[in-house]
């Protein structure tokens, strides 16, 4: 199939539909009706010559085609953005689609930098669009190998090959259980490492055994990929387990969570940017991986100030 401009217009409709979980859905975002949505994915299935999705009473679903074709006109359209933004720059301007990921529940952090990065950045490159992607730490490092997205910010504890690894800021990690746990009686005591075996942990795949070094414990009884899930099976009075304290201060706060002798069982993520190595990145991603390591460098200054003056 040799491309034209036609069928990038068609892959990218096909993106939001599959992005927004169905036709309806994709509507509001593409600012055309079902009628039309069902006639560009016809000429899209007539162009390739496959089934792409089912539609109908039982809902969206891609099929077993439409789900590899997804995964291309990811890739595809990623190059054609990193294109776009070259292109851009070599008239001197800021601009395209750059594609970036981060993990979630991360917007309370006071120390992280992403808000005053952003914030900076879409000062400096109005013209840029920023598509933002929430992914497991995993994920992020597969899509920015191949090439779905330019640069992503997380927790990295393990490095692969072909990724650059540059670090930005650190996020305290600290030990809590529900108000209704049983430890919850003896939360605020110094509890002994080995105490800590009896109960269920709900710990991070992507950490491997980290948790459970630290714990000294042989197993975990649920692995929990992201924050929200994590803090869901720990309010539910069965498990223990590591949260950000700053994602966990609202329950903290109305008594339903509890901190676990903060004073030993305290750990750190360090997060990092992670960029494609051996690739020139385009101007666009240099300046917001440029502007990124400004605003840590900024917070990081204004931290130390601030126990400076409460010291004094």
């Known amino acids: 199939m040799k491309l034209q401009d036609t069928d990038l217009k068609l892959l990218r409709i096909f993106e939001t539909i599959v992005q927004c979980g169905g036709f309806a859905a994709a509507q509001p975002i593409l600012n055309i009706g079902a009628s039309s949505i069902s006639e560009?994915?016809?000429?899209?299935e007539t162009r390739l010559g496959i089934r792409l999705c089912e539609r109908g009473r039982g809902g969206f679903r891609l099929t077993d085609d439409g789900i590899q074709l997804h995964e291309a006109a990811q890739r595809l359209l990623g190059a054609v953005d990193t294109f776009q933004m070259e292109a851009g720059a070599l008239r001197n301007q800021l601009q395209g689609a750059l594609h970036f990921g981060m993990v979630e529940a991360i917007l309370t952090d006071q120390h992280s930098p992403l808000p005053v990065a952003i914030r900076h950045f879409g000062r400096a490159a109005p013209d840029v669009r920023l598509q933002v992607q929430i992914e497991t730490p995993?994920?992020?490092?597969?899509?920015?190998?191949?090439?779905?997205?330019?640069?992503?910010?997380?927790?990295?504890?393990?490095?692969?090959?072909?990724?650059?690894?540059?670090?930005?800021?650190?996020?305290?990690q600290g030990l809590y259980c529900a108000a209704t746990h049983p430890l919850s009686e003896h939360a605020h005591e110094r509890i002994p490492i080995g105490a800590l075996s009896q109960y269920?942990?709900?710990?991070?795949?992507?950490?491997?055994?980290?948790?459970?070094?630290?714990?000294?414990?042989?197993?975990?009884?649920?692995?929990?990929?992201?924050v929200e899930g994590r803090a869901m099976l720990i309010l539910s009075g069965n498990y223990i387990g590591f949260l950000p304290p700053h994602y966990a201060r609202p329950?903290?706060?109305?008594?339903?969570?509890?901190?676990?002798?903060?004073?030993?069982?305290?750990?750190?993520?360090?997060?990092?940017?992670?960029m494609r190595k051996g690739v020139q990145p385009a101007r666009v991603v240099q300046s917001f991986y440029e502007h990124l390591?400004?605003?840590?460098?900024?917070?990081?200054?204004?931290?130390?100030?601030?126990?400076?003056?409460?010291?004094?």
């Open 138 to 172: 995993g994920d992020m490092e597969r899509h920015v190998l191949d090439g779905r997205l330019h640069l992503a910010v997380g927790p990295f504890p393990t490095q692969i090959a072909g990724l650059n690894y540059t670090p930005l800021y650190r996020e305290e």
């Open 251 to 274: 329950w903290v706060d109305s008594g339903l969570l509890l901190r676990v002798d903060p004073e030993h069982y305290v750990t750190h993520l360090e997060f990092s940017i992670i």
């Open 200 to 226: 269920r942990l709900a710990a991070r795949a992507y950490l491997g055994t980290q948790e459970l070094k630290l714990l000294r414990m042989s197993h975990a009884s649920a692995l929990v990929d992201n």
């Open 40 to 44: 560009y994915m016809a000429q899209l």
């Open 293 to 312: 390591l400004e605003a840590a460098a900024e917070l990081g200054g204004h931290r130390a100030r601030t126990r400076r003056k409460a010291a004094t």
